[in-house]
């Protein structure tokens, strides 16, 4: 009898430790599956947050391109035109009154100070509202910018640009300001003689790549400073899910490699 109740203590006993593991088992499969769920969810959370910040960021460019082309229209069509038309007075005045020398050159002086002025709405219009852009296509406007830049500098560009058909358009202005600011750093602070810039589309990429042989600089400290631009290049590339890399020493010219997704890949 003794013997009988030893063995169903130790029966009792082996049951209720199997039991026991079997229970704490389940609790740590619990504990496990609710973390891994909870982990799921705040990664769901934080994709619908940063899908959110990248349409507010979207959402915030085109309002600000809207309004850099109302801008740049404004200033052509009613800044501009009004100039034209003061122009063309003075220069009947000037026509009327030409036997008396001193209104000939008020009006002479006032004609190169209009012409002045037309020549700066001319070039802030441009630069709100890139030129031919949207007519004629991400190629025509960066030659355009190229070739001002060659005029008014003494900097040669080397563009080998393929026109990429690409009907997006938020997709070639973002590329054109990409553009624009790596050329305006150039001319302001790489003292670059030679710049080569080159845009190829292969698969399913573009890609961009700009290099000078200018003074260079310290890329950590630069990019720390927030200066040359660096950040304004990176953030628009990120808006088109691509990335870039910047190659720069002190005395060894700044490199910069840009790959895109294209339009088929924006998503």
């Not at 007075?89 to 004609?111: G, P, R």
């Amino acid at each position: 009898m003794a013997q009988s109740s030893s063995v169903d203590l130790t029966i009792l006993l082996f049951g209720g430790t199997i039991a026991m593991l079997l229970l704490a088992g389940g609790i740590v499969t619990f504990i496990v599956l609710y973390q891994r769920r909870i982990l799921q969810k705040n990664l769901q959370l934080k994709e619908i947050e940063t899908i959110h910040q990248k349409e507010l960021f979207h959402g915030t460019l085109d309002a600000i391109e809207s309004e850099r082309q109302r801008l740049a229209r404004d200033l052509h069509d009613e800044v501009g035109a009004a100039l034209s038309t003061l122009r063309l007075s003075l220069s009947q005045i000037q026509h009327q009154l030409s036997k008396n020398q001193n209104v000939e050159a008020l009006t002479e002086n006032s004609k190169m100070m209009i012409d002045s002025t037309i020549d700066s709405v001319r070039r802030i219009s441009n630069d709100l509202l890139p030129n031919g852009l949207s007519e004629l296509g991400l190629a025509y406007a960066v030659e355009a910018l190229c070739n001002k830049i060659m005029r008014v500098s003494d900097i040669n560009i080397d563009l080998d640009f393929e026109e990429i058909n690409e009907p997006d358009t938020r997709l070639n202005l973002i590329l054109y300001r990409i553009i624009q600011e790596l050329l305006n750093n150039a001319i302001k602070y790489s003292q670059s003689t030679e710049i080569t810039l080159s845009l190829r589309k292969s698969n399913s990429q573009l890609l961009l790549h700009y290099k000078d042989n200018g003074k260079g600089f310290d890329f950590e400290k630069a990019y720390r400073r927030g200066g040359l631009g660096l950040k304004n290049v990176e953030t628009r590339t990120k808006m088109l899910n691509g990335e870039v890399s910047f190659a720069t020493q002190p005395n060894q010219g700044l490199e910069v490699t840009i790959t895109i997704p294209t339009r088929d890949n924006l998503h």
